[in-house]
C-alpha cells in the first residue's frame, strides 16, 4: 500500500473513530458542546471546526444553505479535524434526513417533533434496516461510518426538538421512545408555544422556565441526553450548570455582526 493510501486510510479511522466517540459521549450523558452554522462558507466552517467545539451544526430549516452547502460545509468540517458535523434537517422526512447523513453527519437535529410517533418516525427515516427504512446509499459518509449498516446505526446520533405546545404536552413519551438520543430546546419556539407575546417576551419567563424543567426532567428520567439552544457561551455554562448535557453556542451569522459592530463602536470611541 503506498504512502498515500496509508494515509487516507489512517484519516478515516481517525474520522470513524471521533463520530463513535460523540454517539457515545451523547448516551452517556457526557457535557457536549456545540456551534450553529447559518452561513454557506465552507471557509470559516473549516475554521470553527478547529476551535474545539464538539459538534458544528448545520441549520438547513432556517439556516442559508441548500445540500450542496452542507455537503461542503462537512468536507471543511473534516478538513477541520476536531469536531463532528450535525444537521438540523429542514423537516421530519425521510429524504431530508437520509440526505443529510448521506452527506456525512453524524447525527440529525429534527424540529417539531410533537408525539411519540414522530419521534418513532424520524428514528425510523435515520436507521438502516432493521432498525429503521434509511435507504442504503452512504455516500461520503461511509468515510467514517459503515459500510456495515449496523455499524452506522450505532454511530448516527438522534435529537427531537420539543418546540411546540403539542411537543411539551407529550414529552415523557417522545423521550422515552426507542432510539431517540436525547432531547432538544428551541428556546425561541418554546417560548411563543408557552404564550409569549414574541420569541423573547419576559412575561412568560415563569412558565418558560417550568416548561424548561419538565423537559429536562423527561431527558433523565429516560436517561437520554438534554439539549439547549443558547445565546451565548454565559448560558450555555448556566443550563449545562442546571443539568442540561449539551448545548448549542449562538451562531456564525450573529457571532460576525455582533463582532463587527463592536469593533465599529471601539474605532468610533463609543461605548
Known amino acids: 500500500m503506498s504512502r498515500a493510501a496509508d494515509a487516507g486510510r489512517t484519516a478515516m479511522e481517525r474520522s470513524r473513530a471521533r463520530v463513535l466517540d460523540y454517539a457515545r459521549r451523547v448516551r ?3 457535557t457536549i458542546l456545540g456551534y450553529w452554522v447559518i452561513i454557506d462558507s465552507p471557509v470559516s466552517t ?5 476551535v474545539g467545539y464538539d459538534y458544528v451544526c448545520f441549520d438547513a430549516q432556517h439556516g442559508l444553505l441548500d445540500y450542496k452547502g452542507i455537503l461542503s460545509g462537512m468536507q471543511a468540517i473534516d478538513a477541520g479535524g476536531e469536531s463532528v458535523g450535525m444537521v438540523r434537517v429542514g423537516a421530519n422526512e425521510p429524504f431530508l434526513i437520509g440526505q443529510a447523513l448521506d452527506a456525512g453527519a453524524a447525527g440529525i437535529i429534527v ?3 410533537n408525539t411519540a410517533e414522530d419521534a418513532a418516525r424520524a428514528v425510523s427515516y435515520a436507521k438502516y434496516g432493521p432498525e429503521g427504512i434509511r435507504s442504503y446509499g452512504p ?3 461511509q468515510l467514517r461510518i459503515g459500510p456495515d449498516p449496523a455499524d452506522a446505526n450505532q454511530a448516527t446520533v438522534v435529537l427531537a426538538m420539543i418546540e411546540t405546545p403539542q ?3 407529550n414529552v415523557e413519551a417522545i423521550a422515552a421512545t426507542p432510539g431517540i438520543d436525547g432531547l432538544y430546546i428551541g428556546p425561541s419556539d418554546l417560548r411563543l408555544a408557552v404564550g409569549g407575546a414574541t420569541s423573547t417576551d419576559p412575561e412568560v419567563d415563569d412558565v418558560f422556565e417550568a416548561a424548561v424543567e419538565r423537559i429536562l426532567a423527561a431527558a433523565e428520567a429516560a436517561g437520554i441526553a438534554a439539549g439547549f439552544h443558547t445565546p451565548s457561551g454565559d448560558v450555555a455554562a448556566k443550563r449545562l450548570g442546571q443539568g442540561f448535557t449539551l448545548a448549542t453556542v449562538s451562531s456564525d451569522l450573529v457571532h460576525l455582526e455582533q463582532a463587527a ?3 465599529l463602536r471601539a474605532a468610533r470611541g463609543e461605548s
Do not use: I, K, T
Open 28 to 30: 452517556a450523558r457526557e
Open 46 to 50: 473549516e475554521r470553527l471546526a478547529r
Open 111 to 113: 424540529p417539531l417533533v
Open 139 to 141: 455516500m461520503r459518509s
Open 167 to 169: 411537543g411539551l404536552e
Open 261 to 263: 459592530s463592536a469593533h
